[in-house]
């Protein structure tokens, strides 16, 4: 029988979050990306609870059903990673896996390094590890691409008008565009408009949907708005590897993947070097960007055998 999916609210002051969990045991605790919501494990919640895990999915600061401050910095990386400890705290957590998905990687990966003792193993998904650089993100994209496949990070620094006016007024056809944007399928041109990419269903669809009719995608671009703070904040982990055992995965067909090194940090050095136990770097052949969504059989079969191997 199927462990019972717990969702609720959770005070980690001065904000709540909504939480769904599912399963009893060693904790992993999930973090979403952009433009996304913890509903973006739905593929992996069951399959992990059933192993024998303790799976908690929040939608994070400024998505779905959780708090959005108003403030810009109320978004930098460490209010997120702060969310974090706090809802292991309120849950009775002293350590988790942490995986992360998109800007949940870069969340995950902040939060093993500035709390290396509640991080008991580390799984990253479609944007691999950047050490902090001589450059911030956005300063390397300014200089290196700007007309790049990133440049939308610059875009979403623009405040008059704010970015999210324009999202916002549609947030339909801005989330069909984005998740047809960073899939593996090519939208065909005599595909009727309101076609979605076969990895969501209609329903599913309507869940991010309602979500970010609810939220405006104000709050996740402040996480783009903190970038160069986040930057500038992070200085004492300059160039630091990740201690804890740790496995990045990544579809074949993923333009972050792809370009990741390049444009964000013009990093040459292989992705093993920058961790201390790196135990398994898996490509989905043909996935894209939402690889969990796409391809949720080898996510689940890799995050299965990473999870065994702690």
């Not at 939480?19 to 009893?24: D, I, L, R």
């Not at 998904?125 to 993100?137: E, L």
């Not at 995965?249 to 070097?273: E, K």
């Amino acid at each position: 029988m199927a462990a019972t999916i717990h969702k609720h609210q959770v005070g980690v002051p001065p904000i709540t979050l909504s939480v769904t969990e599912q399963g009893q045991g060693p904790a992993v605790l999930m973090l979403h990306g952009f433009p996304e919501i913890g509903y973006s494990w739905r593929h992996q919640l069951p399959v992990l609870a059933d192993a024998g895990y303790r799976v908690i999915c929040p939608d994070q600061r400024g998505f779905g059903w959780s708090d959005c401050p108003d403030d810009v910095e109320d978004y930098d990386i460490f209010a997120i990673t702060g969310d974090a400890v706090a809802l292991l705290d309120r849950l009775g957590i002293d350590e988790a896996v942490v995986v992360g998905h998109d800007w949940g990687s870069i969340v995950a990966w902040h939060l093993a390094l500035f709390r290396p003792d509640r991080v008991r193993g580390l799984a990253l998904m479609s944007v691999p590890y950047q050490p902090r650089g001589d450059r911030s993100f956005l300063s390397t994209i300014e200089a290196e691409n700007p007309d790049g496949p990133f440049g939308y990070m610059l875009a979403f620094q623009t405040t008059d008008p704010p970015r999210e006016q324009a999202l916002d007024a549609d947030p339909i056809a801005t989330l069909r565009g984005m998740y047809w944007g960073g899939g593996s399928e090519e939208r065909e041109s005599d595909a009727p408009a309101a076609a979605l990419p076969s990895f969501l269903s209609a329903g599913e669809f309507e869940n991010y949907c309602r979500a970010f009719a609810r939220t405006g995608f104000g709050g996740g671009i402040n996480w783009y708005r903190n970038l160069e703070r986040n930057w500038l904040l992070t200085k004492p982990w300059h160039e630091a590897t990740l201690s804890m055992p740790a496995m990045f995965l990544g579809g074949t067909a993923d333009f972050v993947v792809d370009n990741a090194d390049r444009d964000l940090s013009c990093r040459t050095d292989p992705i093993a070097d920058r961790f201390d136990d790196l135990r398994f770097d898996v490509r989905v052949d043909g996935a894209g960007h939402w690889v969990q969504q796409e391809a949720p059989d080898a996510v689940n079969d890799a995050l299965l055998e990473f999870l065994a191997s702690l």
